[in-house]
């Protein structure tokens, strides 16, 4: 059974720093793009960052671009999420992915199908 488990999230003051993973198990990864969205509360799902199965090629949303860096160890088959300079508006339930039939990424990254989602991991900013 494939399972991918986030793990980071908390409470951080604007300005602030957290790094999110993600575990998968169950099937290895290391051969497929991987990404993480985020959904808060009354607002409809966002893609945030995506990459490639090496972890040479990365790709991000306008909105945290130079802020988050996403990255993967896949000898681990865990990927992470780099967030720095937090801000209110970062607020959400942020999710990591797999694109099963994605190895190398593009600007469509955003519209990939995602078909392995983790349940997700709660990150609030205060400001």
């Known amino acids: 059974q494939v399972q991918l488990v986030e793990s980071g999230g908390g409470l951080v003051q604007a300005g602030g720093s957290l790094t999110l993973s993600c575990a998968a198990s169950g099937r290895t990864f290391g051969s497929y793009a991987m990404g993480w969205f985020r959904q808060a509360p009354g607002r409809e799902r966002e893609f945030v960052a995506a990459i490639d199965w090496s972890g040479s090629d990365t790709y991000y949303a306008d909105s945290v671009k130079g802020r988050f860096t996403i990255s993967r160890d896949n000898a681990k088959n865990t990927v992470y999420l780099q967030m720095n300079s937090l801000k209110s508006e970062d607020t959400a339930l942020y999710s990591c992915?797999?694109?099963?039939?994605?190895?190398?990424?593009?600007?469509?990254?955003?519209?990939?199908?995602?078909?392995?989602w983790g349940q997700g991991t709660q990150v609030t900013v205060s400001s």
């Open positions: 992915n797999v694109a099963s039939s994605v190895g190398e990424i593009d600007t469509e990254a955003r519209f990939y199908e995602y078909d392995y």
